[in-house]
């Protein structure tokens, strides 16, 4: 697992939730990451590499994220929905880094996963990164084939 | 010129996002109707009163760019301005586009890259 790629994913992650949602990236996890994953969700990216972009939040991460987006009625249908889109981005953004912009790569839905354990997936760790908010931490794991 | 917009995404959060935008900019906007997928996008095409699409790629039941190959497919809906908005942005899929006579904004944007996008797609750019 390459360094670099490593930090392309935190730095697509962090402009990705910068861009989408207006937040801001902290400098340490305050201890937030040793809090219990409390959502995720996944894309299925195909075209010339095959693989999954898993992203899960830990603390109330997605509360905020939902709420900049949609305000502070945004009900747990519409937050499922805001972390599905998160996953859609990250997914999007962080495939053409990778592989280059020339590469075309199909999108599958966002999926929620029971059980987020990353043993469900069955496929090997091409990187990871997590980035620290004020309230939680997003872990984004890249899988492939 | 009045300008009624259809906007197609299967995220009804990025429908919300995407019509608080568009509210915002400052275009004559009448109404915006929303779809949730390309075969329901393409319905309400059908119907008619639409002068511009939103449209995003990876959605179930009918994808953005079936709906797009559709849409200049129908003589009654060929020339009708089209925007996708999708994460999906590589330098091919940008070009088929294009080809198509779609524009294209990547998600998430800015809400002034959505405005240019939809200037330029109604010949106003």
């Known amino acids: 697992m390459a360094e670099n790629w490593n930090n392309a994913i935190r730095e697509v992650t962090s402009k990705s939730l910068e861009d989408l949602c207006f937040l801001i990236p ?110 939680g931490v997003a872990d984004v794991t890249l899988f492939v084939d | 010129m009045a300008l009624r917009v259809l906007v197609v995404d299967d995220s009804a959060v990025m429908r919300s996002m995407v019509v608080k935008v568009l509210h915002m900019t400052g275009l004559p906007i009448v109404e915006i109707r929303e779809a949730e997928n390309g075969k329901a996008g393409l319905e309400a095409l059908e119907q008619g009163g639409i002068d511009l699409a939103l449209v995003d790629i990876n959605m179930p039941v009918m994808d953005g760019l079936t709906m797009l190959d559709l849409v200049r497919a129908n003589p009654k809906l060929a020339s009708l301005p089209i925007v996708v908005v999708s994460t999906e942005g590589s330098d091919k899929r940008i070009k088929e586009l294009r080809d198509k006579g779609a524009a294209f904004i990547r998600k998430p944007f800015a809400p002034e890259a959505l405005v240019d996008a939809v200037v330029n797609a109604i010949g106003g750019g």
């Open chain 1, 26 to 135: 902290g400098d340490d996890t305050a201890g937030l990451d040793a809090e219990p994953v409390a959502a995720g969700a996944y894309v299925v990216f195909e075209g010339p590499v095959n693989g999954i972009v898993l992203i899960q939040m830990r603390g109330t991460l997605l509360n905020e994220i939902a709420t900049n987006m949609l305000g502070d009625d945004a009900g747990e249908a519409e937050r499922r929905d805001a972390l599905g889109e998160v996953a859609n981005i990250i997914c999007g953004h962080i495939v053409p880094v990778i592989w280059g912009a020339e590469a075309v790569f199909s999108l599958r839905r966002p999926e929620f996963p029971e059980d987020l354990g990353v043993s469900l997936l069955h496929r090997a760790v091409f990187a990871v990164g997590s980035v620290p908010f004020d309230s």
